[in-house]
C-alpha cells in the first residue's frame, strides 16, 4: 500500500515539487519520457515531458502524494519515472530546488538539469521567486506560463495520425 505524503512531518521549507500556496494553481497531466524529480522545469519532447535545460520550459513537475515503496526511507529517493503520468504545474507557486542563494522577488532562471537559480545577466526568465532560500534547498517559485516567448521549430501535425 502506498504511504501517504501530506504536511505532517514537514519542516518549514517546502519539499520540492510542493505546491507553495493556496492560490489559484493549474496542473496539466504529461507522460514523463524520462525519469524526472520532483520540482524541476521540463520541456515536452515526442509528446513527453523531459528536463528542460534552458527556458522557455512547459512547467514544473509536482511531487505524488504518496511513495514509491514499502516505508519512509523511499520518499527521499522518490521521483517520477519514466512512462508515467506526472504532474505538471504551469501556473502557481510551487517549491523548487536552488543552486544559489535567492532573495523573496529575484527572478528565477532554470540550470541545465532543470533546477533553479536567480536570473543573472544574459539568462531568460521563467518567473520569480515568493521566498527566499539558502544554496542547495528550496525557495517557492511563481511561474505563470503560457507558451510565451516560444518560437514553432515544425508545422503542427494537425492530421490525427500523431494520436
Known sequence: MP???GYMYQEKAL????????QHYNIEHVPAGTDVNYGVAIKIQDQAGVVADKAPIFGIT????YAM???YSA?????????????????????????????????A?????????PAGA???AVGHFLTAGDKDSTAIVYVNLTSVNTTATATPDVSGAGK
Open 3 to 5: 504511504l501517504p505524503i
Open 15 to 22: 519539499g520540492a515539487g510542493t505546491v507553495g500556496t493556496v
Open 62 to 65: 509536482t511531487k505524488r502524494g
Open 69 to 71: 515503496g514499502d516505508d
Open 75 to 107: 520518499i527521499e529517493d522518490d521521483h517520477w519515472y519514466k512512462g508515467e503520468d506526472m504532474g505538471v504545474l504551469t501556473e502557481g507557486a510551487i517549491s523548487v530546488p536552488i543552486t544559489a542563494d535567492v532573495n523573496r522577488l529575484d527572478l
Open 109 to 117: 532562471a532554470i540550470n541545465a538539469d532543470g533546477t533553479f537559480k
Open 122 to 124: 544574459g539568462d531568460t
